[in-house]
């Protein structure tokens, strides 16, 4: 198994352009999530999906979009980018969504908005 | 509401010493817990998790810890430091029986390991 795959790993973007981070998952998990990483501020949830066709909110989601047509793929989407998104990103999965599941995360992508 | 508070920012030891990084959180449901680690430039990897079983959970690489409800801590320890340990680890909290259904993670904000030679 592939585990959890991101693509791509790194990213430079324009102020105002639009791009897609790619999650894709081997594992058959229902559960799958997108965070960014800032320094000092641990992993904060962006949006998260518990199966195919349903997506909800985390902590940040503003400027990003999120779909859910198969259980394999994830992806985010930056709608019009802004330097505060400057980030490192993570996409994660697992089982389930109920606590005590273990999530796999993927190698995560460096994005830089100029 | 989950939340998680790591006490400490960067902790330093010297190879072969103990190592404890500290971890309290707090939970409206029965939590469940973790810490991962994160070397630099990687992804996140679980060391281990506490879901209501034993209070003292064994994780990888010779790390344990305690869950202690008194307290509301789940401190990370291990006997002997290794150079390999360098790195990041997060404490993270999820309620395991929320009234949504759903429960995602929440991180504390990071513990910077460094060891001395």
């Known amino acids: 198994n592939a585990g959890v795959t991101q693509t791509p790993k790194f990213q430079v973007l324009k102020t105002g352009q639009s791009m897609t981070l790619q999650c894709a998952q081997d594992?058959?998990?229902?559960?799958m999530s997108w965070y960014r990483q800032d320094p000092g501020m641990g992993l904060r949830l962006i949006h998260y999906s518990v199966g195919a066709g349903i997506t909800d909110q985390g902590e940040v989601p503003n400027g990003y979009n999120v779909s859910r047509s198969t259980t394999e793929d994830f992806p985010l989407r930056l709608l019009s980018a802004a330097p505060s998104q400057t980030s490192v990103y993570f996409c994660?999965?697992?089982?389930?969504?109920?606590?005590?599941?273990?999530?796999?995360f993927g190698p995560g992508t460096r994005l830089t908005v100029l | 509401a989950q939340s998680v508070t790591q006490l400490d920012s960067h902790v330093s030891v010297s190879e072969g010493t103990p190592v404890l990084l500290r971890c309290n959180y707090s939970?409206?449901?029965?939590?469940?817990l973790f810490w991962y680690v994160q070397h630099p430039n990687k992804g996140l990897q679980l060391l281990l998790k506490y879901t209501s079983a034993a209070t003292l959970v064994k994780g990888i690489n010779g790390f344990e810890a305690e869950f202690k409800k008194s307290e509301t801590s789940f401190h990370l320890t291990k006997p002997s430091a290794h150079m390999s340990d360098a790195a990041e680890y997060f404490c993270?909290?999820?309620?395991?029986?929320?009234?949504?259904?759903?429960?995602?993670?929440?991180f504390g904000k990071g513990t910077r390991l460094s060891v001395i030679a």
């Open positions: 939970s409206s449901y029965s939590p469940s």
């Open positions: 994660a999965s697992s089982y389930q969504g109920q606590g005590g599941a273990t999530q796999y």
């Open positions: 993270v909290v999820s309620d395991r029986a929320s009234l949504s259904g759903n429960t995602p993670l929440v």
């Open positions: 594992m058959n998990h229902e559960y």
